[in-house]
Protein backbone atom coordinates (compact mmCIF):
# COMPACT_ATOMS: atom_id res chain seq x y z
CA UNK A 1 0.00 0.00 0.00
CA UNK A 2 1.30 3.45 -1.65
CA UNK A 3 1.90 6.31 1.62
CA UNK A 4 0.01 8.95 0.12
CA UNK A 5 1.94 12.07 -1.11
CA UNK A 6 0.57 14.69 0.75
CA UNK A 7 1.25 12.52 3.94
CA UNK A 8 5.33 12.59 2.28
CA UNK A 9 5.57 16.20 1.79
CA UNK A 10 4.87 16.66 5.18
CA UNK A 11 7.33 14.10 6.52
CA UNK A 12 10.07 15.96 4.02
CA UNK A 13 8.56 19.59 5.20
CA UNK A 14 9.39 17.88 9.60
CA UNK A 15 12.49 15.88 8.59
CA UNK A 16 14.23 18.02 6.06
CA UNK A 17 13.27 21.79 7.59
CA UNK A 18 11.83 21.11 11.55
CA UNK A 19 14.34 18.73 12.41
CA UNK A 20 17.55 20.23 10.69
CA UNK A 21 16.42 23.35 12.30
CA UNK A 22 16.53 22.07 15.70
CA UNK A 23 20.13 21.01 15.44
CA UNK A 24 20.82 24.70 14.07
CA UNK A 25 19.21 26.27 16.74
CA UNK A 26 21.00 23.87 19.86
CA UNK A 27 24.31 24.64 17.37
CA UNK A 28 23.63 28.53 17.63
CA UNK A 29 23.36 27.94 21.58
CA UNK A 30 26.47 26.77 21.37
CA UNK A 31 28.47 29.27 19.71
CA UNK A 32 26.91 31.94 21.57
CA UNK A 33 28.21 30.63 24.66
CA UNK A 34 31.57 30.29 23.41
CA UNK A 35 31.13 34.02 21.79
CA UNK A 36 31.76 32.72 18.76
CA UNK A 37 29.69 35.65 16.68
CA UNK A 38 29.94 34.91 13.32
CA UNK A 39 28.94 30.94 13.63
CA UNK A 40 26.22 32.17 16.47
CA UNK A 41 24.70 34.26 14.04
CA UNK A 42 24.82 31.73 10.91
CA UNK A 43 23.09 29.02 12.62
CA UNK A 44 20.65 30.84 14.70
CA UNK A 45 19.46 32.02 10.59
CA UNK A 46 19.61 29.03 9.21
CA UNK A 47 17.41 27.63 12.38
CA UNK A 48 15.24 30.67 11.56
CA UNK A 49 15.47 30.36 7.82
CA UNK A 50 14.74 26.46 8.52
CA UNK A 51 11.58 27.21 10.53
CA UNK A 52 9.87 29.28 8.20
CA UNK A 53 10.27 27.40 5.35
CA UNK A 54 9.00 23.96 7.26
CA UNK A 55 5.38 26.06 7.82
CA UNK A 56 5.43 27.36 4.31
CA UNK A 57 5.38 23.70 3.15
CA UNK A 58 3.09 22.15 5.72
CA UNK A 59 0.52 25.08 4.63
CA UNK A 60 1.40 24.55 0.80
CA UNK A 61 2.69 28.28 0.69
CA UNK A 62 4.69 28.29 -2.51
CA UNK A 63 8.64 29.90 -1.76
CA UNK A 64 10.37 28.25 -4.68
CA UNK A 65 12.70 31.42 -4.87
CA UNK A 66 13.56 31.85 -1.00
CA UNK A 67 16.87 30.87 0.05
CA UNK A 68 18.19 32.69 2.74
CA UNK A 69 15.60 36.04 3.11
CA UNK A 70 13.82 35.29 6.01
CA UNK A 71 11.76 38.29 5.09
CA UNK A 72 10.66 36.50 1.96
CA UNK A 73 9.17 33.45 3.97
CA UNK A 74 7.40 35.74 6.48
CA UNK A 75 6.10 38.06 3.16
CA UNK A 76 4.86 35.11 1.51
CA UNK A 77 2.85 33.61 4.52
CA UNK A 78 1.43 37.30 4.61
CA UNK A 79 0.19 37.56 1.50
CA UNK A 80 -0.82 33.76 1.87
CA UNK A 81 -3.26 34.31 4.43
CA UNK A 82 -3.19 30.91 5.26
CA UNK A 83 -1.25 31.48 8.33
CA UNK A 84 -0.84 34.15 11.38
CA UNK A 85 1.84 33.92 13.36
CA UNK A 86 1.10 36.72 15.47
CA UNK A 87 4.88 36.97 16.81
CA UNK A 88 6.00 39.06 19.55
CA UNK A 89 7.82 42.88 18.72
CA UNK A 90 11.01 41.50 19.84
CA UNK A 91 10.63 38.55 17.84
CA UNK A 92 10.12 40.58 14.54
CA UNK A 93 12.98 43.01 15.04
CA UNK A 94 14.84 39.70 16.07
CA UNK A 95 14.12 37.72 12.41
CA UNK A 96 14.88 41.64 10.74
CA UNK A 97 18.39 42.22 12.81
CA UNK A 98 19.31 38.16 11.65
CA UNK A 99 18.01 38.87 7.96
CA UNK A 100 20.97 42.28 7.79
CA UNK A 101 23.99 40.38 9.89
CA UNK A 102 22.83 36.72 10.19
CA UNK A 103 23.71 35.81 5.97
CA UNK A 104 27.43 36.77 6.37
CA UNK A 105 28.57 33.40 6.86
CA UNK A 106 32.39 34.57 5.43
CA UNK A 107 32.48 38.36 6.92
CA UNK A 108 31.60 39.78 4.07
CA UNK A 109 30.17 42.41 5.54
CA UNK A 110 30.56 44.07 8.98
CA UNK A 111 28.70 42.32 12.34
CA UNK A 112 27.47 42.66 15.42
CA UNK A 113 26.62 40.41 18.20
CA UNK A 114 25.48 40.25 21.72
CA UNK A 115 25.50 37.69 24.74
CA UNK A 116 22.60 38.59 25.79
CA UNK A 117 20.22 38.63 22.56
CA UNK A 118 20.53 34.16 23.31
CA UNK A 119 17.14 35.06 24.93
CA UNK A 120 15.42 36.55 21.73
CA UNK A 121 16.89 33.29 19.85
CA UNK A 122 15.14 31.40 22.99
CA UNK A 123 11.94 33.56 21.91
CA UNK A 124 12.07 33.43 18.23
CA UNK A 125 12.37 29.56 17.85
CA UNK A 126 9.52 29.34 20.55
CA UNK A 127 7.15 30.84 18.69
CA UNK A 128 7.99 30.03 15.18
CA UNK A 129 8.61 26.15 15.95
CA UNK A 130 4.41 26.17 17.32
CA UNK A 131 3.88 26.44 13.92
CA UNK A 132 5.92 23.82 12.35
CA UNK A 133 3.44 21.05 12.89
CA UNK A 134 -0.59 20.13 11.81
CA UNK A 135 -1.00 19.62 15.22
CA UNK A 136 -3.60 22.95 15.95
CA UNK A 137 -2.89 22.35 20.03
CA UNK A 138 0.94 23.96 19.76
CA UNK A 139 -0.29 27.34 18.23
CA UNK A 140 -2.57 28.40 20.59
CA UNK A 141 0.19 28.72 23.26
CA UNK A 142 0.79 32.62 23.72
CA UNK A 143 3.21 34.66 25.51
CA UNK A 144 2.41 36.72 28.31
CA UNK A 145 3.99 39.81 29.69
CA UNK A 146 5.71 38.75 32.89
CA UNK A 147 5.03 35.18 32.78
CA UNK A 148 7.11 32.42 31.75
CA UNK A 149 6.34 30.77 28.17
CA UNK A 150 4.08 27.77 28.65
CA UNK A 151 5.76 24.29 27.64
CA UNK A 152 4.62 23.19 23.96
CA UNK A 153 4.80 20.09 22.87
CA UNK A 154 5.38 18.89 19.40
CA UNK A 155 4.58 15.15 18.54
CA UNK A 156 8.04 13.63 17.17
CA UNK A 157 9.80 16.58 18.08
CA UNK A 158 13.87 16.68 17.94
CA UNK A 159 13.74 19.18 20.76
CA UNK A 160 11.40 17.01 22.85
CA UNK A 161 13.40 13.84 22.22
CA UNK A 162 16.56 15.62 23.57
CA UNK A 163 14.84 17.18 26.50
CA UNK A 164 13.00 14.07 27.81
CA UNK A 165 17.04 11.69 27.51
CA UNK A 166 19.10 12.90 30.15
CA UNK A 167 22.02 10.75 28.64
CA UNK A 168 21.80 13.12 24.88
CA UNK A 169 24.94 15.03 24.77
CA UNK A 170 22.90 18.21 23.13
CA UNK A 171 20.55 18.01 26.12
CA UNK A 172 22.76 20.74 28.07
CA UNK A 173 23.55 22.90 25.38
CA UNK A 174 19.40 23.27 24.63
CA UNK A 175 18.63 23.45 28.49
CA UNK A 176 21.47 26.15 29.38
CA UNK A 177 19.85 29.08 30.58
CA UNK A 178 17.28 28.61 28.30
CA UNK A 179 13.58 30.43 29.42
CA UNK A 180 11.36 28.73 26.79
CA UNK A 181 12.71 24.90 26.72
CA UNK A 182 13.15 22.13 29.57
CA UNK A 183 10.65 20.77 31.44
CA UNK A 184 11.35 23.01 34.83
CA UNK A 185 9.96 26.55 34.88
CA UNK A 186 12.87 28.77 34.69
CA UNK A 187 11.51 32.22 35.70
CA UNK A 188 14.73 33.88 35.13
CA UNK A 189 18.44 33.41 33.66
CA UNK A 190 21.92 34.61 33.58
CA UNK A 191 24.18 35.58 30.35
CA UNK A 192 27.39 37.06 29.27
CA UNK A 193 26.53 41.05 28.32
CA UNK A 194 29.39 40.13 25.67
CA UNK A 195 29.41 42.14 22.28
CA UNK A 196 31.28 41.37 19.37
CA UNK A 197 31.36 43.37 16.33
CA UNK A 198 34.14 42.60 13.62
CA UNK A 199 34.60 44.99 10.90
CA UNK A 200 34.69 43.11 7.21
CA UNK A 201 37.96 43.04 5.40
CA UNK A 202 35.76 44.15 2.65
CA UNK A 203 34.38 47.26 4.10
CA UNK A 204 38.40 48.06 5.71
CA UNK A 205 39.83 47.43 2.19
CA UNK A 206 37.24 47.71 -0.59
CA UNK A 207 39.73 48.14 -3.02
CA UNK A 208 40.58 44.80 -2.80
CA UNK A 209 36.66 43.65 -4.47
CA UNK A 210 37.64 43.34 -8.05
CA UNK A 211 41.15 40.93 -7.54
CA UNK A 212 39.19 38.63 -4.50
CA UNK A 213 35.80 38.67 -7.40
CA UNK A 214 38.27 36.59 -9.74
CA UNK A 215 38.70 34.23 -7.16
CA UNK A 216 35.60 33.79 -5.23
CA UNK A 217 32.02 34.31 -5.86
CA UNK A 218 30.38 37.70 -4.24
CA UNK A 219 27.04 38.58 -4.89
CA UNK A 220 26.38 41.23 -7.28
CA UNK A 221 24.36 42.94 -5.08
CA UNK A 222 27.39 43.12 -2.39
CA UNK A 223 30.04 44.26 -4.77
CA UNK A 224 27.52 46.82 -6.44
CA UNK A 225 27.42 48.21 -3.12
CA UNK A 226 31.07 47.55 -2.48
CA UNK A 227 32.07 49.58 -5.57
CA UNK A 228 30.12 52.66 -4.17
CA UNK A 229 31.67 52.49 -0.60
CA UNK A 230 34.53 54.57 0.20
CA UNK A 231 37.49 53.54 2.69
CA UNK A 232 36.38 54.48 6.08
Known amino acids: MS ?3 DQLVNDFAIRSFRDIADGDYIAARLACRAQLAVQYLW ?3 QAIEKYLKCIL ?4 IPANEMRHELDAGLTAMEISGKVILDLVQ ?4 FIEYLDKYGKSRY ?5 V ?23 PEPRQAKLTQGQPAPKVLLPGGELERIIVNKKDPARESLLWQNGFFG ?3 RRTVSLANW ?11 PQILDEVSKFVYLPKELKNKYRSHKKP
Open 3 to 5: IPT
Open 43 to 45: ASQ
Open 57 to 60: LLHR
Open 90 to 93: PTVE
Open 107 to 111: LEISS
Open 113 to 135: AFGHDLVRLDRAVWELRRFCTLT
Open 183 to 185: RRI
Open 195 to 205: IKAPNSPLFLN
